[in-house]
Antibody, heavy 121, light 107 residues
Framework: EVQLVESGGGLVQPGRSLRLSCAAS????????MHWVRQAPGKGLEWVSG????????DYADSVRGRFTISRDNAKNSLYLDMNSLRPEDTALYYC??????????????WGQGTTVTVSS | DIQMTQSPSSLSASVGDRVTITCQAS??????LNWYQQKVGKAPEVLIY???NLEPGVPSRFSGSGSGTDFTLTISRLQPEDIATYYC?????????FGGGTKVEIK
């Protein structure tokens, strides 16, 4: 069964850091690009960041560029998102998603259940 | 960035009705568009990929059409289990962008 399981969310104060992890199983992880997508409470979907199959290409939404860092460990079938200088507007459910191809420009065919990040003092 | 404009933002229809949701891209995205269904408290799931291809396992009452800048998701006969929010998403260019969503309710 193809599965993505996120972890690492929680309550954090503004300006602090958090690391999200995503464990992938049921598919050949290093054959596909991966993305993080977030959803603020009661709002729509917002793409956050993506990484190609071999980490050769990485991109970020303008809203997180310079604060967030995406990475992957293909040997561990894992995706990460390091979030620094967190702001209240980063509060959201963060989904780990799988692209349908090696490169980032593709649809998202598998989604995890998400991990919640709350930024508040 | 490519803007995706979805309409309507919400709709109410009766069981068995034909439902149509539209999505307009701010520039030509060829057929690089997905439709997702998100039920309350759940992660989104793909319904349609490449604008018009039905994801395996998705009921045939769902269909997608369009190319370029104008796209449509149709539910031929609305069922109670179709209550959800629907999103379009383009993948022609980064950043990946989503429509604002259409909330479908039963009348």
């Amino acid at each position: 069964e193809v599965q993505l399981v996120e972890s690492g969310g929680g309550l954090v104060q503004p300006g602090r850091s958090l690391r999200l992890s995503c464990a992938a199983s049921g598919f050949t992880f290093d054959n596909f690009a991966m993305h993080w997508v977030r959803q603020a409470p009661g709002k729509g979907l917002e793409w956050v960041s993506g990484i190609s199959w071999n980490s050769g290409r990485i991109d970020y939404a303008d809203s997180v560029r310079g604060r967030f860092t995406i990475s992957r460990d293909n040997a561990k079938n894992s995706l990460y998102l390091d979030m620094n200088s967190l702001r209240p507007e980063d509060t959201a459910l963060y989904y780990c998603t799988k692209a349908g191809d090696k490169e980032m420009e593709d649809g998202l065919d598998v989604w995890g259940q998400g991990t919640t990040v709350t930024v508040s003092s | 960035d490519i803007q995706m404009t979805q309409s309507p933002s919400s709709l109410s229809a009766s069981v068995g009705d034909r439902v149509t949701i539209t999505c307009q891209a701010s520039q030509d995205i060829r057929d690089y568009l997905n439709w997702y269904q998100q039920k309350v408290g759940k992660a989104p799931e793909v319904l349609i990929y490449d604008a018009s291809n039905l994801e395996p396992g998705v009921p045939s009452r769902f269909s997608g059409s369009g190319s370029g800048t104008d796209f449509t998701l149709t539910i031929s006969r609305l069922q109670p289990e179709d209550i959800a929010t629907y999103y379009c998403q383009q993948y022609d260019n980064l950043p990946l962008t989503f429509g604002g969503g259409t909330k479908v309710e039963i009348k």
